[in-house]
């Protein structure tokens, strides 16, 4: 079975950093694409972050929020995927989930998130 | 600013069906889009429902149909049972690798 397990979240103060990570199996993690989202209390679901699989370049891309501050990267030889947060803000509030996917065939598996508070 | 939007909250009776929809506030919905949709129980990680449109994901009941009607993506789920009581959330493909996402409806099966 699929299985993504993020962890890494806490409680932090405006400006500090925070490295999330999210630990996968039940697939062959170097062929996918894989994606950060969040979602803010009482907000809706939000994109963040993309990494292709290294044979497509293993390009990423940001939403406009995290542009510059957040840095995505995998790790194949792991099976981890992780989210560098830089400069966080208070909006940066949110549960960050991981999951597989994010081209055209939209987000296969997700994990159950980990929570991230800046206050 | 675009916004997709979906119903808040719909009801539905037991074997009964319903339909959820997404709209986007800049223009129609359309396969283009490559709509897909999300199920959210009370506790659980999201779990992909369909996607292009009318795909389903591997595991899902041919109880849920995607579909695009009129300007506006579509799920509907027939039969409906208790354990379709959750939140359904859909996601539009904006442009180069952006997802937007509805704000949720949630589904009440009584």
């Known amino acids: 079975d699929v299985q993504l397990v993020e962890s890494g979240g806490g409680f932090l103060k405006p400006a500090e950093s925070l490295r999330l990570s999210c630990a996968a199996s039940g697939f062959t993690f170097s062929n996918v694409w894989l994606t950060w989202v969040r979602q803010a209390p009482g907000k809706r679901l939000e994109w963040v972050a993309r990494i292709k699989n290294k044979a497509e370049g293993g390009t990423t891309n940001y939403a406009a929020p995290v542009k510059g501050r957040f840095i995505v990267s995998r790790d194949d030889s792991k099976n981890m995927l992780y989210l560098e947060m830089n400069s966080l803000r208070s909006e940066d509030t949110a549960v960050y989930y991981c999951?597989?996917?994010?081209?055209?065939?939209?987000?296969?598996?997700w994990g159950q998130g980990t929570m991230v508070t800046v206050s | 600013q675009t916004v997709v939007t979906q119903e808040p909250s719909l009801s539905v009776s037991p074997g009964g069906t319903v339909t959820l929809t997404c709209a986007l506030s800049?223009?129609?919905?359309?396969?283009?889009?490559?709509p897909s949709w999300y199920q959210r129980a009370p506790g659980q990680a999201p779990r992909r429902l369909i996607y292009r449109t009318n795909i389903r994901a591997s595991g899902v009941t041919d109880r849920f149909t995607g579909s695009i009607l009129g300007d506006k993506a579509a799920l509907t789920i027939t039969g409906a049972q208790e354990d379709d009581e959750s939140d359904y959330y859909c996601a539009l493909h904006m442009g180069p690798d952006l997802w937007l996402f509805g704000g949720g409806t949630k589904l009440t099966v009584l």
């Open positions: 800049s223009d129609s919905v359309s396969a283009t889009y490559y």
């Open positions: 999951a597989t996917g994010g081209g055209y065939d939209a987000l296969a598996a």
